[in-house]
Structure formats: C-alpha cells, structure tokens
C-alpha cells in the first residue's frame, strides 16, 4: 500500500476510535476479560493504573447530546464540559469503566467527581489531591505521597500488588508512547507536516481509549511513514492552537478548511505539553512521578506562579514550528483559561503578534461561524493586515 493511504489508514481508524466513549477496541479489551478505570483529566499519573494491570481510559462525553441529567446536579456557573460527562456518565455511556480516578484539577471537575461518586455510585472511585502550585521539595514530596496513596486504594480494592518491577514497565511504556509523539511532532515542524492538527488530535486521544501496547505499535509505524511521505503542501498559514481540554476533532477540522494548517499546539489536555516528559527510572519510583508530572512537565493554568514560564513555552512551541499566528480557544465558564485569555491578551497586544480567540461549548456546534472567523483570520495574515 502506498506510504501516504497508509498514514492517511491509521489516523482514520484512531478517529474512529476517538469517535464513541466505548469502541470495539476497549468492548475486546473487557471481553477478554479486562479491567477500565476512567480518568478525569492528564494529571492522574496513569502509570500506577497500567501497573496494576488496569487499562487507564480518558472519559470523554464524545457524542453527547444533552446534559438534561446534569441540570439538577450543577449550576449555571459551571462549564459545559463538566455537564456532558456527567449527563453521559448518568445515561450509562461509562458504564464500562471499573472505577473512576480524577483530581482536583479545578472546583468544576472537583464538583463532577463529588456529584459522579454520591449520586453514581461507581465501585471504585479515588479523588488524587495535585499540588496547585510548582516550586520545591514539599510539593514534589507531597505529590509523591498521595501518588502512594492511589497505589495503596487500587491494590486494596482490585485485590492487586503493584511490584516497583511492575512500575518500572508501566513507566517505559508510556515514556515510549510520549517519546513517539513527540517524534511526529517534530515532524510537523517541517514546512510540509505529514498530518493535519485534526488527525493529530486523533492520534494523542486514540493513545487514551485503547490498550497501550497497541497503541505504540501503531504509532511506532506511522512515525517510520510520516518519515517518508511528501506531507501537506496547500495551506495558507501556519498556526499554533492554545488552550483547555478541547478533544472536538470537528473543531481542528473546521479551523484548518480554512488553510490555517495547526502545527502544534499547547493544549491542556490532549496536546504536546502532555507528550513533552520523560520519567525517570533511577532512584524512587513515586519521586520520580511526581516531579515529572508536577516539574517537569510544561504548566498549566492551574500551577500558581507559572505564568512567565507557561507563555514561554507557548512562544517555543510556536517558534520552532514556525508558525504565522495563534489560536486560542476557550470553553465559556473556564475559570482556568479564563484568567489565562488575559494574560494571553496582554502578551499578543504586547508583542503585536496574529492571533484569533474561540469560543467552543464542549460539544462543538458552530462550525458556519468558526469558518468564518478563520477565513476572515487566514486572510488578515496572508494579506498583511490584523
Ligand atoms: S473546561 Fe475548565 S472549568 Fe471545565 S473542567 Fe476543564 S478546567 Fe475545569
């Protein structure tokens, strides 16, 4: 088969799996006997769950048409997101998963943990308390500490031992997964990307909803092909998207009609900051997650004090994929991103820079009027206006 329908082969049937929250991949998994725990949001170190032989699934409300069953449970403050996982999770679509882990990103996922645990009633479920802000030992330690609490609440509850062996492989595991992705996001630095920011928006959730070991071989293959293909020649611009938990393909597709091709991102949720640690595998193990994923990895809103070092990364990222402009999008009612539109604001009027803002619900609808702002976007660069 030609290199090209083969990259073209895999990003689709990553979409397909991203497009339900149960797909034929976990429906095998659990047939052969499998156990899901449904994780809320990138902060839950999900190497403790693969440890235990537990398959770690992102909760996505991916196809949710409602959020009628949340209406009793949150309030008009609350964001959209919050609302479709909880409708769905109240219409059973979740109702694969074997437990739920989440932490306290924010109060709305705080509150949808709280409602989903109370009302619910999974068979297992463990709220894991992340530090709110980066600086020393302390919260490194700290972290650590609840990492072995989550440990200890899996190992009661599901009967296993997690062996620091066991978490030595999990932890390769996924330092391969993380260092694959972020190999084709070198490659989309080139001035002809060999995927789309759709198709690799695809390609970091398929890593979420499907058993690991498969997911690196896929990716294994299509990093060797990306290597070799001639890549995406017919854009207009080149743009960095920055911001929340956005997981709308439609979304990215919307955008890039318009020939505002994303080449990187720095997303909260599914994007290169997620991909861009590694753990190490010297010394304590518990130690090791919590200063990866509270250190090292690239902040978020969330991490008080991090501002300076958060637009310096989106600055990078931009940089080195030499990209025209950026897109913020933003889920109205988003505290976090919130607070960050107006630094974000402060930055681009600073520094002059193109730049879009994007309101999405999380159930992306308005694709007529995203189209629009690109087009109209897409044609202040190309045409050296703002
Ligand atoms: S979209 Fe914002 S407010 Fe909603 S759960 Fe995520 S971080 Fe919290």
Redesign the pocket.
């Known amino acids: 088969m030609d290199k090209a329908m083969r990259v073209r082969e895999i990003c689709d049937s990553f979409r397909e799996l991203c497009s339900v929250p149960y797909n034929e991949s976990l429906q095998s998994y659990k047939n052969d006997g499998g156990l899901i725990i449904g994780v809320l ?1 990138n902060q839950v170190p999900e190497e403790i769950l693969t440890a235990a032989g537990i398959l770690p699934v992102r909760i996505r409300a991916v196809g949710s048409q409602g959020t009628e069953a949340s209406d009793a449970r949150f309030t008009q403050v609350n ?1 959209s ?2 609302k479709h996982f909880y409708d769905s999770a109240a219409k059973g679509r979740f109702d694969f998963i074997d437990g739920l882990v989440a932490t306290n ?2 109060d ?2 705080r509150k ?1 943990h709280e409602n989903w645990t109370s009302v619910l009633k999974p068979a297992y479920s463990h709220l894991l308390c992340f530090p709110k802000r980066q600086g020393d030992d302390l919260q490194v330690t700290q972290l650590a500490k609840e990492i072995k609490k989550l440990k200890e609440s899996i190992e009661a509850h599901f009967g296993v031992e997690i062996t620091d062996e066991a978490l030595r492989e999990a932890i390769k595991l996924h330092n391969r997964t993380r260092e694959l992705q972020c190999a084709l996001y070198e490659l989309r630095k080139g001035e002809n990307p060999p995927i789309t920011g759709a198709q690799m928006l695809a390609v970091m959730m398929a890593g979420t909803c499907m058993p690991r070991e498969a997911y690196n071989a896929q990716l294994e293959e299509l990093v060797a092909l990306c290597q070799d293909v001639e890549g995406i020649s017919d854009y207009k611009v080149r743009v960095v998207v920055y911001g ?2 956005i997981d709308s393909i439609d979304f990215f597709e919307a955008i890039e009609s318009q020939g505002a091709l994303i080449v990187a991102d720095s997303l ?1 949720g599914y994007g290169k900051r997620s991909a861009d640690m590694q753990i190490s595998l010297e010394g304590d193990l518990y130690t090791n997650l919590a200063n990866a994923y509270l250190m090292e990895r690239p902040a978020e809103p969330r991490l008080h004090g991090t501002r300076a070092a958060r637009w310096e990364y989106l600055e990078k990222v931009a940089e080195e994929a030499n990209a025209d402009g950026f897109i913020q999008v933003f ?1 109205p ?5 919130g607070y960050e539109r107006v630094m974000f604001a402060t930055e681009v009027e600073k520094k002059d820079l193109n730049c879009l803002v994007l309101d999405t619900e ?1 159930i992306f609808t308005a694709s007529g009027q995203t189209r629009t702002r690109v087009q109209a976007f897409v044609e202040s660069i190309t045409e050296g206006g703002r």
């Open positions: 949001y964001c997101l919050v990103g924010c709305h996922v949808l929340g938990e909260g889920i009612i988003c505290d976090l991103w999380y």
